[in-house]
């Protein structure tokens, strides 16, 4: 059976962009595959959190996780960290991971663009870090959104240059994984491109009514309108977007019309898109609640999938240092 896996970096609570981009469809995944889900506290240390924030971090993304409907009875939930053998493959792969290639990447240069003072080489890696969290369980599907897809043909350059240069077929190429048609790609509210946390433009899994409502009702839109059939500008395209992911066709058809004959009302659009997210996501949050509360639950949810994840690490690592030619006395 093909394995899946997937992992979420450990930075604040998750957002709509995480959820219909990513954390979804682990849930939809897990009763097919073989499933690994991790939460990247690793790449999350690229921005120095402070350590009094550090352990709650991967605590939250934990309690989404499992509040979303991943069964640690179905899949392998763990902690990036408790796995060393990752960390033992990114140091074999980092010696394969060519300087100009890592810098060319867009994620790259755009953090090289937002945070200037911290380009660390944690930062440049990054990739390699995730090539080694997916190629360490020899996974081949991996759910993540439109903006990773980057980061997996990297996965899969590195699978291959070890191969070669090993003589070995130790790592199978991984792919995205979409869903439906192409990957999603959430847009934010603030008419710009995707939702994102550095974005400051999200909806998260853990808002509460009233703040989600004050969020959508702010949302970017143009004056409406003023001549039929008339191109949307991005801002209202990304309203669109949002309800197509959230609300019925007939919902998102009905403003459509709407539009398309200008009688629309943003406010009567905004407070739909509002009613329909919560709909969708307060049921999670009344149950990241109570989750984040119970230290034993989580502790149990992550027992057995750390221990297959370590089991599953181990013998892909020695696999690879075999081809390398590690030896022990
Ligand atoms: P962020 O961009 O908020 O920092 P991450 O980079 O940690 O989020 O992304 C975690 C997962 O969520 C990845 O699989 C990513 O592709 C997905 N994701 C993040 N933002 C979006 C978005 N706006 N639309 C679709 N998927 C997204
Ligand atoms: N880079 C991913 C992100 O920012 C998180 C991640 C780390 C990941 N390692 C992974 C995703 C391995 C899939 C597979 O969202």
Same mark, same amino acid.
């Given at each position: 059976?093909?394995?899946?896996?997937?992992?979420?970096?450990?930075?604040?609570?998750?957002?709509?962009?995480?959820?219909?981009?990513?954390?979804?469809?682990? $849930?939809?995944?897990?009763?097919?595959?073989?499933?690994?889900?991790?939460?990247?506290?690793?790449?999350?240390?690229?921005?120095?959190?402070?350590?009094?924030?550090?352990?709650?971090?991967?605590?939250?993304?934990?309690?989404?996780?499992?509040?979303?409907?991943?069964?640690?009875?179905?899949?392998?939930?763990?902690?990036?960290?408790?796995?060393?053998?990752?960390?033992?493959?990114? $140091?074999?792969?980092?010696?394969?991971?060519?300087?100009?290639?890592?810098?060319?990447?867009?994620?790259?240069?755009?953090?090289?663009?937002?945070?200037?003072?911290?380009?660390?080489?944690?930062?440049?890696?990054?990739?390699?870090?995730?090539?080694?969290?997916?190629?360490?369980?020899?996974?081949?599907?991996?759910?993540?959104?439109?903006?990773?897809?980057?980061?997996?043909?990297?996965?899969?350059?590195?699978?291959?240059?070890?191969?070669?240069?090993?003589?070995?077929?130790?790592?199978?190429?991984?792919?995205?994984?979409?869903?439906?048609?192409?990957?999603?790609?959430?847009?934010?509210?603030?008419?710009?491109?995707?939702?994102?946390?550095?974005?400051?433009?999200?909806?998260?899994?853990?808002?509460?009514?009233?703040?989600?409502?004050?969020?959508?009702?702010?949302? $970017?839109?143009?004056?409406?309108?003023?001549?039929?059939?008339?191109?949307?500008?991005?801002?209202?395209?990304?309203?669109?977007?949002?309800?197509?992911?959230?609300?019925?066709?007939?919902?998102?058809?009905?403003?459509?019309?709407?539009?398309?004959?200008?009688?629309?009302?943003?406010?009567?659009?905004?407070?739909?898109?509002?009613?329909?997210?919560?709909?969708?996501?307060?049921?999670?949050?009344?149950?990241?609640?109570?989750?984040?509360?119970?230290?034993?639950?989580?502790?149990?949810?992550?027992?057995?999938?750390?221990?297959?994840?370590?089991?599953?690490?181990?013998?892909?690592?020695?696999?690879?240092?075999?081809? $390398?030619?590690?030896?022990?006395?």
């Amino acid at each position: 059976m093909e394995t899946v896996l997937s992992g979420i970096r450990s930075t604040g609570h998750l957002h709509l962009g995480n959820y219909y981009g990513a954390l979804r469809n682990f $849930v939809k995944l897990q009763d097919e595959y073989k499933c690994f889900f991790f939460i990247a506290d690793l790449h999350s240390l690229t921005t120095h959190p402070h350590p009094d924030d550090f352990h709650s971090s991967v605590k939250i993304i934990l309690s989404e996780y499992l509040a979303a409907g991943l069964d640690p009875e179905k899949s392998a939930l763990f902690v990036q960290s408790d796995i060393p053998e990752i960390c033992e493959l990114y $140091v074999l792969l980092n010696m394969l991971a060519y300087k100009g290639e890592l810098e060319r990447t867009t994620s790259f240069k755009d953090k090289v663009r937002k945070q200037a003072d911290n380009v660390n080489a944690g930062l440049l890696t990054y990739p390699v870090l995730m090539a080694s969290d997916i190629l360490i369980h020899r996974a081949t599907k991996v759910p993540v959104g439109k903006d990773q897809e980057q980061h997996l043909e990297i996965a899969r350059v590195l699978a291959r240059r070890f191969n070669n240069l090993y003589g070995t077929e130790v790592f199978p190429e991984p792919h995205a994984l979409s869903f439906g048609k192409d990957l999603i790609k959430v847009p934010g509210l603030d008419g710009s491109g995707k939702m994102g946390k550095s974005e400051g433009n999200g909806i998260y899994l853990n808002d509460d009514q009233q703040t989600i409502t004050k969020k959508v009702m702010k949302a $970017v839109t143009d004056a409406g309108p003023t001549k039929p059939n008339s191109e949307m500008p991005d801002s209202v395209k990304n309203l669109f977007t949002l309800l197509s992911i959230v609300s019925e066709p007939s919902t998102v058809e009905y403003f459509r019309e709407k539009y398309n004959d200008c009688s629309i009302r943003y406010g009567d659009l905004k407070k739909q898109l509002a009613a329909d997210i919560c709909k969708q996501t307060l049921p999670i949050k009344e149950r990241i609640d109570a989750i984040y509360n119970d230290d034993e639950y989580l502790r149990k949810a992550v027992r057995r999938g750390t221990e297959q994840a370590r089991e599953s690490a181990a013998a892909t690592l020695a696999l690879a240092k075999k081809a $390398v030619g590690f030896k022990v006395f």
